[in-house]
């Protein structure tokens, strides 16, 4: 058994589930949104790492449009980091004394290369199961926006007929 202090960057907003040979890890995070514990492993050790977004989640129009409306119409939402990219990796990890590990997660625009970048200073194997299609999540998107426009023109046409009810 060794130490091994793991450190993510990238998240943000991100909730990531990390898992150390099937029991979750409690992540502490720092004032710059990163994660990152100290852990004790065995040689051989799996860890995995799994973001999703919740356009991915069966009821994802549901909570669009729950967010959509508990934020007055979009006027105040708070950002939310959006996946191009789901992060579902597994590193098989051989770590030795003062072992320490960086996975820094790419959430590029264009959805393609890889989803992490593992840095460690001991020997590690990392495979990432993307079994998500991006043209999924990017037709989503697209679905939510035109329903939010269309939300909006519905609230300004009914202004408008309330208004001229008025005068």
């Known amino acids: 058994m060794s130490r091994l202090n793991i450190k993510i960057n990238g ?27 100290d852990v004790e492993v065995r040689d051989g050790a799996q860890l995995r790492l799994v973001c999703w ?25 708070i950002g ?4 191009l990219r789901p992060v579902d990796l597994t ?13 820094r997660l790419l959430n590029g625009k264009s959805g393609e290369g890889p989803a992490a970048e593992l840095e460690c200073n001991f020997d590690a194997e990392m495979t990432e199961n ?7 999540v990017k037709r989503r998107r697209k679905i939510a926006l035109l329903i ?20």
Do not use: Q
Not at 18 to 36: A, E
């Open 11 to 37: 998240i943000r907003s991100l909730n990531p589930v990390v898992t150390l040979d099937g029991k979750k890890l409690k992540m502490k995070t720092n004032s710059f949104g990163n994660c990152y514990a």
């Open 53 to 77: 977004d919740s356009i991915l989640s069966p009821l994802w129009l549901v909570w669009e449009m729950i967010h959509f409306v508990l934020s007055c119409f979009g006027i105040f939402a």
């Open 80 to 83: 939310r980091e959006k996946l």
């Open 91 to 103: 590193i098989v990890l051989h770590p030795g004394e003062n072992a320490s590990a960086l996975i």
């Open 130 to 136: 993307p079994s998500i299609d991006i043209d999924t």
């Open 148 to 167: 939010k426009i269309a939300a909006w023109v519905a609230i300004i046409g009914t202004a408008i007929a309330v208004a001229a009810n008025i005068l």
